[in-house]
């Protein structure tokens, strides 16, 4: 009897261990920046004399399982005189956001940044994720190009009449980084709609998909590691970030990628590209501002 305990408790605190990290992992995920418009208008957080930044989008904006950018946008030298919300939520399509745009325009904002793309396009570039997606399987119209499209254009038009904020749309990131692999022919249709809706709404395009594609072309490594097996790396990610501690960047090296950690989120170096390009777009408001 004493035998058969002795055998039988490594098994039952190894799944008590294994039920701890699942929580663990879900609650982290699901916690929001801490500078969300909900916290922003609930706490009243405007900070006097600052020009208010909203940055709207997905897992890349929300920043717990890729480089919060958001956050090293608002630390650099040419940001500090703004202040910047994070409305970046896990797992979010164009649609979503388009859904909770309401709380963005409450704030006020006097620039919005927008960069949704990655987990409608998921649908074709990684079924494997999107059938684990709940808000993609929630959303009533199938993601699609067209369908992504109609979205982006309403939240575009949205924030043109019913703010007086300057708005900027980021360019997808690449996904993973074999440049000539379906995954990322199909990103550059999804930046493709991106650039004409920037166009057609009179808004401005970061070419920040560019940036990461000339990086990459100068290292020499436009035939890296594809886009495959993604919900697999991604919870082996999740778990050596959240549960492990490994940083962005270790996670990043071990799977053999440059600029992304598991194929579809950022480290700090292309984290640290995308700040870059917040910070260019508001500098360029001040010239047009001063002149």
Do not use: W
């Not at 650099?76 to 409305?87: A, E, H, L, S, T």
């Not at 119209?141 to 992504?148: A, D, F, I, T």
């Not at 038009?157 to 300057?166: D, G, I, M, S, V």
């Amino acid at each position: 009897m004493d035998f058969m305990l002795f055998g039988t408790l490594p098994l039952l605190l190894l799944v008590v261990a294994g039920v701890i990290v699942f929580y663990q992992r879900k609650n982290k995920l699901k916690q929001l920046p801490a500078n969300n418009p909900e916290a922003f208008l609930k706490n009243g957080m405007r900070h006097e004399g600052k020009k208010l930044v909203a940055v709207i989008g997905g897992d890349v904006v929300h920043g717990n399982i890729s480089y919060n950018f958001v956050e090293d946008a608002s630390k650099r030298k040419g940001c500090v005189d703004y202040q910047f919300i994070n409305d970046g939520v896990n797992g979010s399509t164009a649609f979503d956001v388009l859904q909770r745009l309401d709380r963005v325009i409450a704030c006020h904002p006097d620039f919005v940044i927008i960069m949704v793309g990655l987990n409608d396009a998921s649908a074709k570039i990684a079924p494997d994720i999107a059938k684990r997606n709940i808000k993609i399987q929630e959303q009533f119209e199938k993601p699609s190009l067209l369908v992504y499209e109609k979205n982006l254009a309403q939240i575009v038009n949205r924030l043109k009449t019913e703010t007086t904020a300057k708005v900027a749309l980021l360019s997808l990131p690449v996904a993973g980084e074999n440049l000539f692999s379906k995954a990322n022919k199909e990103i550059d249709q999804y930046n493709e709609v991106i650039k004409k809706i920037a166009e057609i709404s009179n808004v401005s395009y970061l070419p920040f998909n560019e940036k990461l594609k000339a990086y990459l072309k100068g290292k020499g490594h436009t035939r890296g590691r594809s886009l495959k097996n993604g919900s697999k790396m991604l919870e082996k990610a999740i778990i050596q970030h959240f549960v492990y501690g490994y940083s962005l960047d270790r996670i990043a090296q071990q799977n053999g990628f440059l600029l992304l950690t598991d194929g579809m989120h950022l480290n700090s170096t292309s984290g640290m590209m995308a700040a870059h390009q917040i910070e260019l777009f508001l500098k360029k408001n001040e010239l047009k501002a001063i002149q």
